[in-house]
């Protein structure tokens, strides 16, 4: 009787063989399935119609047009500041308030009384001066320059001490003590005690203005501000 009998060198390789081709097909299977399952997961999902990449690509090819670069004039900003801090805002409503009340109670009494020709708070004649511990601000003469109203102005100081003055700390008003925007030019940082005359302008606005108007000027030393230089009735040229 005989026995079949197999090689132990060939049912080794048949076996890794098979080994082999169980991995390759369950590799296959996994396969498939996570394609269907991401396949199915992503049916909502579809590509944009602009590629943001391509969009800032083509944003930063674009040519920036320069613009002029305009700083800040100094004395402006100083004026703003000033203002904030003393809350020339509110001081301008509560004037105008005012001076809107009196214009209603003075209507009312010259309904009620005849009419005469006098005005008052007249324009003075220039050149205007005023003088306080020896230093002397004039007011020479008025004229209109583009659109500013110009005040030619001369500051001198004939007292014992040179005197300092911010010029941000300048106050113009309207008649009806409205603070008005106004930039000094010209005028020293500080006056020297010998008397000499130094002259300067200062420009105001022409649309805070109006015909047959007077403003006041006041201006102080700084930063003791023991000075009161104030100018009324000065005439508006137009």
Known sequence: MKFLSIHPG????????????MMLGSGVVSALVAY???????????????????????????????????????KTILTQVYDRINNKDEKSDESAKKTADKDQESQTQSNNQPKTTEKPNVAAKLPIQVRDEGVTLEVVKTSQEGGSLLLNVNLSNKGSEPVRFLYSFLEVEDEQGRPLSAIADGLPGELPANGEKFSGTVKIPLELVSDEQKISLNLTDYPDQKLKLDVQNIPVVR
Do not use: C, W, Y
């Open 36 to 74: 269907a399952m991401g396949h199915e997961a992503l049916k909502g999902v579809s590509q944009p119609d602009i590629n943001p990449a391509k969009k800032i690509a083509e944003n930063r090819t674009k040519p920036n047009s320069p613009q002029e670069f305009v700083p800040l004039d100094e």
């Open 10 to 21: 060939k049912s080794t390789a048949t076996l890794a063989l098979a080994l082999l081709a």
